[in-house]
């Protein structure tokens, strides 16, 4: 039964991470670029407007219980260290928990709440857009190669379970 549930939850972890990094992939590779070649007064609207929306769809419900998954595999890989599963389990959780977690936490969702609170036609908003652009994508870049790694990890971990 033990090994049922380990299972169960490093495919769902493995699914979870693998779709949070191709959604942060999306934002570093093109969203963001898109954004940042239109007037900022129209990409600042836009972006306060997408993290409006994305925290009213299914990437919240997917953003956390990736990260509580991620959090109990880590916690496995801790406590079952004599399991050849135990390593890469706890290295895919701890990177997915502190690079996509963390660093969204600590350092995307200020830049996004500080977004909210500027003018977006003001000239200080011009500038806090060119700034949160490059801050903003350099954070997103390490959530997405985190959330990637722990995807990485956590596949041939299926096969050991």
């Known amino acids: 039964m033990y090994e049922t549930i380990v299972t169960v939850l490093v495919w769902v972890s493995a699914l979870a991470c ?4 191709g959604l942060y992939f999306a934002f570093s590779s093109f969203i963001m670029r898109a954004l940042g070649g239109i007037e900022p007064t129209a990409g600042i609207t836009a972006m ?3 993290n409006l929306t994305i925290v009213r769809s299914a990437f919240l419900p997917l953003f956390l219980g990736s990260t509580l998954v991620a959090a109990v595999l880590a916690v496995i890989g801790i406590v079952d ?6 390593l890469p389990m706890l290295a895919g959780g701890a990177i997915y928990v502190v690079g996509m977690f963390g660093v969204t936490m600590a350092r995307n969702v200020s830049l996004n709440d500080a977004l909210t609170k500027v003018d977006p036609a003001s000239g200080e908003g011009s500038a806090l857009w060119r700034r949160y652009l490059g801050q903003w994508t350099r954070w997103n870049h390490l959530r997405t190669l985190a959330s990637l790694a722990a995807c990485a990890l956590h596949v041939p971990t299926i096969s050991l379970v």
């Not at 693998?18 to 990094?21: D, Q, T």
């Open 18 to 21: 693998g779709l949070m990094a």
């Open 48 to 50: 306060n407007a997408i």
């Open 81 to 86: 260290r004599e399991t050849p599963h135990a």
